[in-house]
């Protein structure tokens, strides 16, 4: 069974950094791309970057690129988000995820997530 627990949450600072991390068990770890997603209140979900199962080949949302990094740690099956210049937007519940496909489906994991709070 798939786990994703996120953790390293909390109160931040406008202009202060944050580093979450996520632990997956029950998967091949090495062999799946990993994301991170972003819920604000009242927002829809949205994705904020992501990672090939290499840590090869990165992508991230417009509003935070320059400003967050993606990177993972095969060895210890974990993905991290290192978050710099920390906005008021960037307030929300980050989720971890990862998709595993099935023939021509697939399904989503997805942690518990992480509250991150941007205030003064």
């Known amino acids: 069974q798939v786990q994703l627990v996120e953790s390293g949450g909390g109160l931040v600072q406008p202009g202060g950094s944050l580093r979450i991390s996520c632990a997956a068990s029950g998967v091949t770890f090495s062999s799946y791309a990993m994301s991170w997603y972003r819920q604000a209140p009242g927002k829809e979900r949205e994705l904020v970057a992501s990672i090939t199962n290499t840590g090869g080949t990165t992508n991230y949302a417009d509003s935070v690129k320059g400003r967050f990094t993606i990177s993972r740690d095969n060895a210890k099956n974990t993905v991290y988000l290192q978050m710099n210049s920390l906005k008021f937007d960037d307030t929300g519940v980050y989720y971890c995820?990862?998709?595993?496909?099935?023939?021509?489906?697939?399904?989503?994991?997805w942690g518990q997530g992480a509250q991150v709070t941007v205030s003064s």
């Open positions: 995820n990862t998709r595993r496909w099935f023939g021509a489906s697939y399904r989503d994991y």
